[in-house]
């Protein structure tokens, strides 16, 4: 049985001795993105398809970056400043 939308997860445990990530998930969309990267080892299968997995991944492979926000006026002249590079060519 699948699991509910309250009973999904991810988790990542950094082990800094082997400078790895251990990663464990039930959320299907984290399961699609990390089949693409690295190789999954599945705990669990439902209509063939993975519904818990885990994996390694490298320190390279995660990154931590803080949200970039921008005001509706650093929006606007973002937005200003890509149109004249798209019609300049």
């Known amino acids: 049985m699948a699991y509910s ?4 997860e991810t988790s990542l ?5 082997t400078g790895k990530w251990n990663v464990y998930s ?4 984290h399961i699609r993105k990390l089949s693409k ?3 999954l080892i599945t705990l669990e299968r439902e209509d063939g398809r ?5 994996c390694t991944l490298t320190e390279k492979q995660v990154s931590m970056k803080k949200e970039r926000v921008m005001s509706e006026e650093q929006r606007i002249k973002t937005v200003e400043r890509l149109s004249k590079v798209r ?3």
């Open 5 to 8: 939308r309250e009973e999904q």
């Open 13 to 17: 445990v950094f082990d800094n001795s």
């Open 26 to 29: 039930t959320v299907q969309k």
């Open 37 to 39: 990267i690295t190789e």
């Open 50 to 54: 993975p519904i818990a997995i885990k």
């Open 87 to 89: 019609n300049a060519k």
